[in-house]
């Protein structure tokens, strides 16, 4: 059998080409969807009718993963019940998964808004300062108010930052159900979520944030499984490790060991819905609420 021919010089360099503008292509589009000028049914419908599109060299999953709210273990989960492998991309679909996919974009875009949102992320990235910030500004989001049994910071206020209870009355919550969700934070005091107020606020139609720790997150997608988890992130590791020194409000010892507990944090953010970088406290707090405009469906 004779070897097979190396192509030209010419004709590496115009394939290499070809492929970064094919993902430039496909990273635009993506965009578009993130970014909201275009909804992810648009583009399906594109692929279908364009071959050769960008769009229709767009993977199923990355199509999915660009639109807002959905991360990748909500994809994985959707993927499932379309029964469409991960390695398809859109135009490639066959009659029925056509089908299946398009049912689904155009019963989402006909959802019901996401009203229910849980913030989460490292120590120190400013999930307080986020929620503060919506807190005064966005008067109709309820911000539900955590139960702990840690000591007040300086400035803060029982009832409206947090209820601040011993261990015993934590203990009665607990019993007699009144958390949605509750874990011991930073090996040290108990945190936790009263459900009450939560229940009343949807059921009158208001939207609601928690701002909770990941350990809380989890267990409210396991009792929530609508709500929609944000996950806060510094701009940079270097920046998040300058909050947390900055604000003074640990020990040497305990910051080295709050940070030590980001690193962690961090590594668990693709089990997120979405991701919000806080660059900006007032541009943050604004992508955060917009979420809760979102129709979603799992």
């Known amino acids: 059998m004779n070897p097979r021919p190396t192509p030209p010089d010419v004709d590496r360099v115009a394939a290499a080409k070809a492929a970064v503008a094919a993902r430039r292509a496909r990273a635009a589009v993506k965009h578009s969807v993130a970014g909201r000028s275009r909804t992810a049914l648009d583009v399906a419908e594109t692929a279908w009718a364009q071959p050769g599109s960008a769009e229709a060299t767009l993977r199923v999953t990355e199509l999915l993963t660009s639109i807002p709210t959905l991360g990748p273990t909500r994809v994985a989960k959707i993927m499932n019940s379309l029964a469409i492998s991960d390695r398809k991309r859109v135009g490639g679909l066959g009659t029925r998964q056509r089908s299946k996919l398009r049912d689904y974009l155009v019963g989402r875009a006909g959802g019901e808004p996401a009203r229910l949102v849980v913030l989460a992320g490292p120590t120190a990235v ?93 267990l409210v997608r396991q009792a929530m499984p609508e709500a929609i988890l944000v996950f806060l992130l510094p701009p940079t590791w270097d920046e998040l490790v300058r909050r947390l020194i900055g604000r003074g409000t640990e020990d040497a010892a305990e910051q080295t060991r709050r940070l030590e507990t980001a690193k962690v944090e961090l590594a668990a953010q693709d089990e997120f819905d979405v991701k919000v970088i806080n660059r900006d406290v007032s541009q943050a707090a604004q992508e955060v609420v917009e979420l809760m405009a979102v129709p979603v469906s799992t």
Do not use: C, M
Not at 135 to 141: Q, S, T
Not at 142 to 168: K, N
């Open 126 to 218: 400013g999930k307080g300062t986020v929620s503060a910030y919506i807190r005064e500004n966005y008067p109709d989001v309820l911000l539900s108010v955590s139960a702990t049994t840690r000591a007040p910071r300086p400035g803060e206020i029982d009832g409206v930052h947090y209820y601040f209870v011993s261990d015993e009355e934590f203990d009665r919550k607990i019993a007699d159900g009144e958390l949605l969700e509750w874990a011991i934070v930073h090996n040290s005091y108990r945190y936790g979520t009263p459900r009450p107020p939560i229940d009343t606020a949807l059921a009158a139609g208001r939207r609601v944030l928690l701002e909770i720790d990941l350990q809380g997150a989890r």
